[in-house]
């Protein structure tokens, strides 16, 4: 290799100095050849409400070249970019803009993309600052209260599981993300419940507690903003069981387990389940159970 070097050096010094256009152009030439860097991913896109600002949409270095596409097309990027532009969205009163969206990290489930980890330089017009924008995008995701009363008293059904993120285990509700883009989210409860608790629901007696929310809001809530795109429709479903249907619940070892998924079922008095976890959605749950019940917005329990 030091040979070759040697020999192209030489080769650059024969070239005199009245050609210096020639120089430049040749030692431009031979500086791209050593390069091994490649040239970054990129892909330019207008929203339909600022014509005139484009947004370049960039992958970091070490982002492959199909996980790039497959964020630019994905439903939780598009989504994303949708929000903003939203009655209450940033960029809905102009005086924001978004210049770049920088893609950091793709995690496909399958053949869709799972987690999306993205920065976005967003900056105030006026003061040219920019505001905090990571973003770990995960999407839409669906939770569901289940009450049984036995026996005059009545129990939340609960699931214990370990959570990596946060390095303990857990006692929650059964939750999960919504794994289409249908927008299916009480369809979506029901699937979750039948596979973390083992027990079956009518769609029709499911009750959308989110629902209950002012249409500002989007009618589902959001457990961190601050970093996380991820937005819950909490979900209620009440029945009533003979004792021996809560006795076989509380331990219940369920989940999928080709997914990792290690659950057990937990089963509570409801009195106690406000200061039991400190799972969200669970306390989320409970307060707007709490003030739909005091509003009277629920429906009667059938029989």
């Not at 896109?45 to 982002?63: D, F, Q, R, S």
Request: aromatic share 6%; charged share 25%.
């Amino acid at each position: 290799m030091a040979t070759n070097v040697r020999v192209v050096c030489g080769a650059l010094k024969r070239f005199s100095r009245p050609h210096a256009s020639n120089w430049v152009w040749k030692k431009k030439v031979f500086c791209c050849k050593m390069s091994t860097e490649s040239p970054s991913l990129t892909h330019t896109i207008t929203l339909p409400n600022k014509p005139n600002e484009p947004v370049h949409i960039v992958a970091a270095p070490g982002v492959s070249h199909s996980d790039f596409w497959n964020a630019v097309e994905s439903s939780l990027l598009k989504q994303w970019l949708h929000n903003l532009q939203t009655d209450n969205g940033i960029l809905a009163d102009g005086t924001m803009t978004l210049r770049q969206v920088l893609v950091q990290g793709v995690d496909m489930f399958g053949k869709r993309i799972g987690f999306l980890k993205f920065k976005a330089d967003i900056f105030d017009k006026e003061t040219g600052k920019k505001i905090p924008g990571i973003v770990f995008a995960r999407g839409p995701a669906v939770a569901v209260l289940i009450l049984l009363e036995s026996e005059g008293e009545t129990y939340a059904v609960l699931t214990e599981q370990p959570r990596v993120p946060v390095g303990r285990i857990i006692l929650e509700l059964p939750a999960g993300m919504l794994d289409d883009n249908k927008g299916d989210f009480v369809g979506t409860a029901v699937r979750e419940v039948e596979e973390e608790i083992g027990i079956k629901l009518n769609v029709e007696d499911m009750v959308d507690l989110t629902a209950f929310l002012d249409s500002t809001t989007g009618c589902r809530v959001f457990p961190s903003g601050g970093g996380c795109d991820e937005e819950i429709s909490i979900f209620l479903y009440r029945g009533r069981v003979d004792k021996e249907i809560i006795t076989q619940l509380e331990g219940k070892e369920t989940g999928l387990r080709e997914h990792g998924e290690l659950i057990k079922v937990r089963v509570v008095p409801y009195k106690k389940l406000w200061h039991t976890t400190a799972d969200c959605k669970v306390l989320v749950a409970v307060a707007l159970l709490e003030m739909a019940m005091k509003e009277g917005l629920l429906p009667t329990l059938s029989t």
